[in-house]
């Protein structure tokens, strides 16, 4: 029987945990779509995330090296974020993911209809 | 620009509301690799959730349709769990995820020692 254990360094609980964060996965979608972006941008593409969300998210994403920021010396300043290579690498696994949304949502659907 | 937008019947959004429940993903990984287990065996597997969220996500898989429960007349009563096929059509997906973690967890771990 495969365990998954509550403490240590388990890679796969630590992905699923970072990526079992809606958010993220629609941040990283939103970022590969559009390339560079800044933080107004991304809310608006976002939009009932909460700005205090979205923030907490993009911070997160940077720590793990998936998104980068990048500030220019302007008045008011220009903030910009875009997707890392490790970022982009992840994207092609979210796409699956959404495909298979795509081809299965109507059975999806049905069954929540029958089963409520 | 690509929006998501709150309202309306977005199977992408939807998803990944649903998937971006890491437990929902450790529950579908658990009983693709045990078959047919009982409640009290897939909480043994995955030990820190609560037995509270784990009725809750089981119960959310059934009414999606990727978990079957079967229930045996027997005293007490004998609960199982176990993979539908749409359920099952899923779990490459899932994988393909946790082995990105597995090829890019050194990397994240790295950027995070950096950028805390």
Redo the contacts between chains.
């Keep these: ?6 403490t240590g ?1 388990c ?7 970072r ?4 958010w993220s ?2 941040v990283l ?2 970022l590969n ?2 390339g560079t972006m800044r933080f107004s ?1 991304i809310h ?5 995330v909460s700005q205090r969300m979205l923030t907490v998210t993009l911070r997160t994403l ?5 998104v980068e920021r990048k500030i220019y010396a302007e008045v008011p300043p220009r903030v910009e974020y875009h997707l890392t290579e ?1 970022g982009r ?2 994207i092609p ?1 979210i796409e ?3 495909g ?3 081809d ?2 109507t ?6 209809k029958v ?2």
Tied chains: 1, 2.
């Design positions: 029987m495969i365990n998954f254990h509550p360094n890679p796969i609980r630590d992905v699923l945990s990526l079992g964060d809606k996965m629609l979608i939103t779509a559009n941008d608006k593409s976002i939009e009932d940077e720590a793990d090296g998936l490790v690498s992840l696994h699956a993911l959404v298979w949304a795509l299965n949502m059975v999806i659907l049905e069954n929540r089963n409520q």
